[in-house]
């Protein structure tokens, strides 16, 4: 299940930057959440620099082997492209996933020992915003601990991504460039009842972020609910990446082999889940839709992809109800236009989408939520919550998004804590 597609060689990525017209008002990086320099990065590339390339994008991103997998490239940079509407669109994320491996195997960016400023940061939670949280203020010089409730950083890079499309030894090198930057990674603690934030602060640290994302799944409130076969498309996730790094049992996957599989949802979750499924060898897998393919959340490219493997797909069908026997699943009634159907499954897997888990904000006083559970946070300094020194960014405020928007906010959240851990020491505190 591993890497499903093929990265450019050497001369595909100078051939393909070299097609990049270089604009003088570049779309590509207004398309880019985190307006990364593509222009320049794709400019050296071309020009076989491709240290110089790394060194382009480590000024924006922590996570470019990431990014350059994952991101929804059609809807934002490479869509951007003046040349994506011919069909001739630059293969940006292909590009920056070259760079970041070349880098990879040849050790090509090393950073400069970075001399520490004084200020001590806990980061909660070790997905795409807490990593990127994590490497910018350990490169301005403040000491960072990334606390992990898993038994391996990650978060949803790991345990919620699939290996076909993000290989897990990509997200362990990313983590171990991180952790070269000084930032210091505790596995196995969850903030909230093995240690709670006001003890963090006990313990010397001066602020305190929170990105912990959105951890529990959504249900759908239908009648059969109750049955035996109903899963979280997460769960499914989480335990697959378990299955296959050998910590538990193929008995502990909910789905097995020969299996009817529906799916209900199609985000990116819904594809991840109908497309492991597939590779856990369900033998159908259909998934179901309330609305037309034009509301689809997920990328066409992800679609195809599903598609490709055979998964079927039911739109404008509204779950009605679980049906069962004897208190197992047995299939999903969906309103159609044209009447009620029962689409036939012994397990479903329920995609519609996540919401934050409310343990460390039930542990810790004057923390602000919204009637969602989302933390409330403040422009000045930019993602602190309702308690001093304590930010948040990613999911767990602003719901759930790509990995790269993730970023951007966090991004903007580090500079939030930079500016208030420099006012912390001007006022000798």
Not at 69 to 83: A, D, M, S, T, Y
Not at 159 to 179: C, E, N, Q
Not at 288 to 297: A, H, N, P, Q, T
């Amino acid at each position: 299940m591993e890497d499903e597609t093929k990265g450019f060689t050497m001369q595909e990525a100078i051939a393909e930057a070299r097609r990049c017209l270089n604009c003088p008002k570049p779309m590509c990086k207004t398309g880019c959440p985190i307006e990364n320099e593509i222009p320049s990065f794709n400019n050296a590339v071309s020009l076989g620099n491709f240290g110089e390339a790394r060194r382009i994008i480590a000024q924006k991103s922590n996570l470019p082997a990431i990014c350059g997998r994952v991101c929804p490239h059609e809807n934002q940079c490479e869509g951007h492209c003046v040349l994506y509407k011919t069909g001739r669109g630059i293969k940006i994320g292909k590009i920056e996933r070259f760079i970041a491996d070349f880098d990879s195997e040849m050790n090509l960016c090393r950073e400069k020992k970075i001399e520490k400023i004084g200020g001590k940061v806990a980061v909660i939670g070790s997905g795409p915003a807490g990593l990127t949280v994590a490497g910018d203020l350990a490169r301005k010089g403040y000491d960072v601990v990334v606390y992990e409730g898993e038994n391996e950083p990650g978060g949803v890079l790991l345990y919620g991504i699939p290996g076909f499309r993000l290989p897990k030894d990509v997200v362990r090198t990313t983590i171990s460039k991180i952790a070269d930057l000084g930032v210091q990674f505790v596995t196995n603690t969850m903030i909230g009842s093995d240690i709670t934030v006001d003890e963090l602060f006990k313990n010397d640290f001066d602020a305190v972020f929170i990105g912990t994302g959105t951890a529990l799944s959504k249900s759908l409130d239908i009648n059969g609910n109750e049955l035996c076969g109903i899963i979280q498309s997460n769960y499914f996730l989480r335990m697959v990446r378990l299955y296959q790094d050998g910590n538990v049992g193929r008995n502990e996957i909910p789905i097995e082999e020969g299996d009817n599989v529906v799916v209900i949802g199609a985000g990116n979750v819904a594809m991840d889940a109908c497309r492991t499924a597939v590779h856990m060898r369900a033998a159908n897998v259909t998934v179901v839709y309330r609305k037309s393919i034009d509301f689809m959340r997920a990328t066409k490219s992800e679609y195809e992809a599903a598609v490709s493997d055979g998964v079927d797909f039911k739109w404008e069908h509204v779950p009605l109800e679980f049906v069962g026997e004897n208190g197992s699943v047995t299939g999903l009634k969906c309103q159609t236009q044209d009447g009620e159907v029962v689409i036939p499954a012994n397990k479903i897997l329920v995609a519609i989408g996540s919401r934050p888990a409310a343990r460390i904000v039930n542990t810790t006083e004057g923390i602000s939520v919204d009637n969602d559970g989302y933390i409330v946070t403040r422009q000045k300094p930019y993602g602190m919550t309702t308690k001093r020194g304590v930010f948040a960014g990613g999911d767990v405020v602003h719901k759930p998004a790509t990995v790269v928007l993730a970023m951007r906010e966090a991004k903007k959240v580090a500079v939030g804590i930079s500016e208030f851990l420099e006012a912390k020491k001007l006022l000798g505190e």
